[in-house]
């Protein structure tokens, strides 16, 4: 089994994890204003992956460019892994391919201290995602631990490219955002709540 097997139910039952539910987690965060260049892309590329309709054109054309504004805002001092390799314990089932990778280090040419990991959802259910993020979660918590890596916080997201719901793992502990944040509509919240993230101060 892999991240992409594993569900919600058996992810809190596996890992002896407390969620915990909460609506507008994260919306009390700032808003960031973003550049103009992706004011521009976004104009231009969500009406297109509204029309394409598929998982590989919301990932290419929303979700790639949200994570690089975020790179943008931090002076290119993050980096960023999309579709990497991630087995830090087989026997535990923390192991596959991860997404994207958001990682508090500027290396980019090995992952560091990976802080916000993101899944796409699949078929636009953001609900299916879930037990997938957490687990990736889970595996950049022990990941860190290992490599002796003071990272508090680990957060996530399911993202439907348009549609946003956000996680934090403290401990065995997962805070889950009840609310949806959209991209169409909520761009800078967007974009602030990952900062915040990178920050750990969300």
């Given at each position: 089994?892999?991240?992409?097997?594993?569900?919600?139910?058996?992810?809190?039952?596996?890992?002896?994890?407390?969620?915990?539910?909460?609506?507008?987690?994260?919306?009390?965060?700032?808003?960031?204003?973003?550049?103009?260049?992706?004011?521009?892309?976004?104009?231009?590329?969500?009406?297109?992956?509204?029309?394409?309709?598929?998982?590989?054109?919301?990932?290419?054309?929303?979700?790639?460019?949200?994570?690089?504004?975020?790179?943008?805002?931090?002076?290119?001092?993050?980096?960023?892994?999309?579709?990497?390799?991630?087995?830090?314990?087989?026997?535990?089932?923390?192991?596959?391919?991860?997404?994207?990778?958001?990682?508090?280090?500027?290396?980019?040419?090995?992952?560091?201290?990976?802080?916000?990991?993101?899944?796409?959802?699949?078929?636009?259910?953001?609900?299916?995602?879930?037990?997938?993020?957490?687990?990736?979660?889970?595996?950049?918590?022990?990941?860190?631990?290992?490599?002796?890596?003071?990272?508090?916080?680990?957060y996530g997201a399911v993202t439907s490219g348009i549609y946003w719901k956000f996680m934090k793992l403290n401990a065995t502990s997962v805070f889950i955002d009840l609310k949806d944040y959209s991209l169409e509509e909520?761009?800078?919240?967007?974009?602030?709540?990952?900062?915040?993230?990178?920050?750990?101060?969300?």
């Amino acid at each position: 089994m892999s991240y992409s097997d594993l569900k919600l139910k058996q992810v809190k039952t596996e890992f002896g994890l407390t969620l915990i539910e909460q609506t507008g987690l994260f919306s009390h965060l700032a808003a960031v204003d973003f550049s103009e260049y992706f004011a521009a892309t976004l104009a231009e590329n969500l009406p297109l992956a509204i029309a394409i309709n598929t998982e590989k054109a919301r990932s290419e054309l929303l979700i790639a460019n949200v994570l690089l504004e975020l790179r943008k805002q931090f002076k290119r001092q993050i980096s960023l892994f999309s579709g990497i390799e991630f087995n830090v314990d087989k026997d535990k089932n923390l192991n596959g391919y991860c997404d994207f990778i958001v990682s508090s280090s500027a290396e980019q040419l090995f992952l560091q201290s990976p802080v916000i990991l993101i899944v796409e959802a699949k078929n636009e259910n953001m609900m299916s995602g879930l037990g997938q993020c957490i687990a990736e979660m889970l595996a950049a918590q022990l990941y860190n631990q290992k490599e002796h890596t003071e990272v508090k916080h680990i957060y996530g997201a399911v993202t439907s490219g348009i549609y946003w719901k956000f996680m934090k793992l403290n401990a065995t502990s997962v805070f889950i955002d009840l609310k949806d944040y959209s991209l169409e509509e909520q761009p800078s919240k967007i974009i602030g709540i990952l900062s915040a993230m990178i920050r750990q101060t969300a």
